[in-house]
């Protein structure tokens, strides 16, 4: 059977239960009530023949049958009672609707109403069947001549009884009815939100979604229809760097604009980067719908740190090995020269030649050996000056440059310097000012690098200033670009240090960006 019904079954038996158990106190009440009010009523008649002068007198004299009989048989009928008796001090009737029954004693014991107190007695059985009755005295001044029986048959109360009772019936009938109609659409919304599934059937969703959720190697990220995050697993809370609690709000939690975007927009995302932290994220995003009704939306997340910082070193790489093969195609090309000039003769000018190649080649930012100490520093600024002499363009070193020690982090280094290197010769290629040209800065203090580069470029526009540094924001027009600034920023920051717009461009010059580094450098040279 399935649980649903079991569901309805179970509410409509409690629902008979509980109607059932309030029928029967109800009846109890209910015959115990109408039992009281009748014992009631016969002792208020009761009392009203006591207090009669004539039964009174009667009583006293012990006189049976005449003025009492007529009394009682005028009080029975007009009360529709069972029976009216009237009894002597000794409990021997005076008066009784069966004549052949005065002169007798009374059935029922009527001690106490002798001894002058009220009795409402519950059903008895007297010569005239069962009744309901109740007895009072008849008192003649201070002393008690006598009683009043006063009965109602039993069938009275039960046939009131049998009337309300059916009223309760119908009633109760009722609200059984109604209870299983309302168990019925119980069960009929459970099904419909359940989506008739079981319990275990739930309880399989249940370990399934854990074991997915929680046994994949992306993130999962899940928010309602009002941006709320109701599903994550621990990997997109790890890749994030954020806690995800169920239940808050996106908009108050630090995430990357991308994902907030991601969310808001609610269209279909594909391998979307984004930095979160120290990690670049790839991110894919959809929005659910059920029955024609938007639900929520889903991101999932994979991170490319890794292969991204594997990219960038081979950048690095393609690039020094680009700059290593144009010296030497410029270095073979001089030695053929030189070797001319020897198989000709002209050693003067061989000479001359010679000079002239060392005193072109001091200049050479490769070259300053005693600015700059760390190879990988070196080979850096080599495979950029090269880069930017085949654009056309100038990189110089300042000549307040002094580095005397090694790189502790190749990687971030190339990372940051050469992110804003980058930026800086396609600020000054795409500007107005000839000769193009960027000056790097690099001045170590202790363990620390400070970096500035300034370009002869336009400058940052003002409108992105404020966003310059947030993934997608970018003065490029081709696309895939916006992340330069933010992995920079991303990996000084992750050092203890940072990354800024020192000045956006003053019309003479461009912009200029400053880092600082600490840890980046050995402390002893």
């Not at 002597?88 to 009784?96: Q, S, W």
């Not at 009043?148 to 609200?175: H, K, Q, W």
């Not at 979604?209 to 809370?237: F, K, M, P, Q």
């Not at 050469?418 to 363990?447: F, K, Q, T, W, Y």
């Amino acid at each position: 059977m399935r649980f649903s019904r079991q569901v309805l079954l179970l509410q409509i038996g409690v629902v008979a239960l509980v109607v059932g158990l309030g029928v029967a106190l109800v009846s109890v009440l209910l015959s115990r009530t109408l039992t009281d009010q009748y014992g009631r009523r016969a002792l208020a008649i009761a009392k009203s023949v006591a207090a009669d002068p004539v039964v009174v007198a009667n009583a006293a004299a012990k006189l049976p049958a005449g003025p009492l009989e007529e009394r009682v048989l005028a009080v029975t009928k007009a009360n529709e009672a069972l029976f009216v008796v009237i009894t002597d001090d000794k409990g021997i009737r005076l008066a009784h609707p069966t004549l052949s029954e005065i002169g007798k004693p009374v059935s029922t014991p009527a001690d106490r109403a002798l001894a002058g107190e009220d009795e409402i007695s519950a059903v008895q059985s007297g010569t005239l069947g069962l009744s309901v009755r109740s007895k009072t005295p008849i008192w003649q001044g201070q002393r008690v001549v006598g009683e009043v029986s006063v009965g109602f048959e039993v069938g009275d109360p039960t046939g009131d009884f049998n009337r309300l009772l059916a009223i309760t019936l119908l009633f109760a009938g009722g609200a059984l009815l109604l209870g299983a109609g309302a168990s019925a659409l119980l069960n009929r919304r459970l099904r419909r939100v359940t989506h008739g599934l079981e319990p275990h059937e739930l309880t399989e969703l249940l370990y399934e979604r854990e074991a997915v959720l929680h046994g994949i190697g992306e993130g999962v990220l899940a928010v309602d229809e009002t941006n709320r995050v109701s599903v994550r697993n621990d990997e997109a809370e790890r890749l994030l760097g954020t806690e995800l609690p169920i239940g808050a709000a996106m908009a108050e939690l630090e995430l990357s604009p991308r994902v907030h975007k991601a969310v808001a927009e609610g269209r279909p995302v594909d391998n979307l980067l984004a930095v979160a932290g120290n990690r670049v994220l790839v991110i894919n995003s959809r929005a659910v719908r059920l029955d024609d009704r938007p639900i929520g939306t889903v991101l999932t997340f994979r991170d490319r740190t890794d292969l991204d910082t594997l990219t960038r070193e081979l950048d690095g790489i393609r690039v020094l090995s680009d700059g290593l093969r144009a010296q030497r195609h410029e270095f073979a090309n001089r030695l053929h020269t030189l070797y001319g000039l020897l198989q000709l003769g002209h050693h003067t000018e061989a000479v001359e030649y010679l000079q002239t190649l060392t005193d072109s080649s001091s200049a050479r930012p490769s070259e300053l050996g005693d600015a700059v100490a760390d190879p990988y520093l070196q080979a850096l600024l080599v495979a950029k000056t090269e880069q930017a002499q085949e654009k056309g363009l100038t990189l110089k070193l300042a000549d307040d440059t002094w580095v005397p020690t090694t790189v502790t982090d190749p990687i971030a280094a190339n990372t940051v310097i050469g992110n804003l290197v980058d930026n800086a010769l396609h600020a000054a290629r795409m500007g107005p000012r000839r000769p193009a040209n960027v000056e790097i800065s690099l001045l170590a203090e202790g363990g620390t690098l400070h970096l500035s580069v300034v370009d002869s470029g336009p400058g940052v526009p003002e409108d992105l200033r404020r966003t310059l540094f947030d993934e997608g924001v970018s003065t490029k027009i081709a696309p895939g670009h916006g992340l330069g600034l933010a992995l920079a920023r991303q990996a000084a920051r992750a050092r203890g240090g940072d990354v800024w717009l020192a000045g956006p461009g003053d019309g003479e010059t461009g912009a200029l960006f400053v880092a600082k580094l600490p840890g980046m450098l050995t402390e002893d040279g």
